[in-house]
């Protein structure tokens, strides 16, 4: 069964770099065609995408937040981890890792979910 965990803090002063880390069990994170991503969702607002890391090591991130942006992986705990450096209040948000099957050209399995606020 694969499964994806968020952790990370849940609270970062502004301007500081939120950092959250997706453990993966259940499925190698560099199995081909599976897109590694961060999607989060303002209170009372709609989905987000942030970005991806592909099974190869590839990036692609929003173009809006591109220049603060970094995804990351490391292949020996199975784990990929995204960095939003400068937060603002508006990065408060839940932030989800989910998985993009490139074969089925969907997202297949989420993660739970963790909640970030923003404030100091």
């Known amino acids: 069964q694969v499964q994806l965990q968020e952790s990370g803090p849940g609270l970062v002063k502004p301007s500081q770099t939120l950092s959250l880390i997706c453990t993966v069990s259940?499925?190698?994170?560099?199995?081909?065609?599976?897109?590694w991503n961060w999607i989060r969702q303002p209170p009372g607002k709609g989905l987000e995408w942030m970005g991806y890391?592909?099974?190869?090591?590839?990036?692609n991130y929003s173009p809006s937040r591109k220049s603060r942006i970094s995804i990351s992986r490391d292949t020996t705990k199975n784990q990929f981890t995204l960095q939003l450096s400068t937060v603002t209040p508006e990065a408060a948000a839940g932030y989800y890792c989910?998985?993009?099957?490139?074969?089925?050209?969907?997202?297949?399995?989420w993660g739970q979910g963790t909640q970030v606020t923003v404030s100091s």
């Open positions: 259940g499925s190698s994170i560099t199995t081909t065609n599976y897109y």
């Open positions: 890391i592909g099974y190869s090591g590839d990036r």
């Open positions: 989910a998985r993009f099957d490139a074969n089925r050209y969907g997202y297949d399995y």
